[in-house]
Nanobody, 125 residues
Framework: QVQLVESGGGLVQVGGSLRLSCAAS????????VAWFRQTPGKEREFVSA???????YYSDSVKGRFTISTDNTKNTVYLQMADLKPDDTAIYYC???????????????????WGQGTQVTVSS
């Protein structure tokens, strides 16, 4: 079992940048796919980005070109670099991991086994 801890959220102005971190404990990310989702009150958890089997990277249309997902295997951490932030990016951001998820399911929150506690990102205008 893997435990996930997100960090790096905060308050930023429109057009600003933040880098979120998702650190794994209990075991390494080796063999896991890792994703970022976000959620606002009253809405379902929304797919943001994923690294599938440490190779293929995916982004939602709303963040493509602005957000970048990356890994640092030496630190057992996955990052989400967010740039050109917009008010609509305001949400709680969650990290998810799974060792068995299939490629066609990565955008569906219900298919991910392990979740962090979330980190708040607020973009002010």
């Amino acid at each position: 079992q893997v435990q996930l801890v997100e960090s790096g959220g905060g308050l930023v102005q429109v057009g600003g940048s933040l880098r979120l971190s998702c650190a794994a404990s209990g075991r390494t990310f080796r063999g896991y796919s890792v994703a970022w989702f976000r959620q606002t009150p009253g809405k379902e958890r929304e797919f943001v980005s994923a690294i599938f089997r440490n190779a293929h990277k995916y982004y939602s249309d709303s963040v493509k070109g602005r957000f970048t997902i990356s890994t640092d295997n030496t630190k057992n951490t996955v990052y989400l670099q967010m740039a050109d932030l917009k008010p609509d990016d305001t949400a709680i951001y969650y990290c998810a991991a799974d060792s068995r998820i299939i490629q066609s399911s990565i955008r569906q929150a219900t298919h991910w086994d392990y979740w962090g506690q979330g980190t708040q990102v607020t973009v002010s205008s």
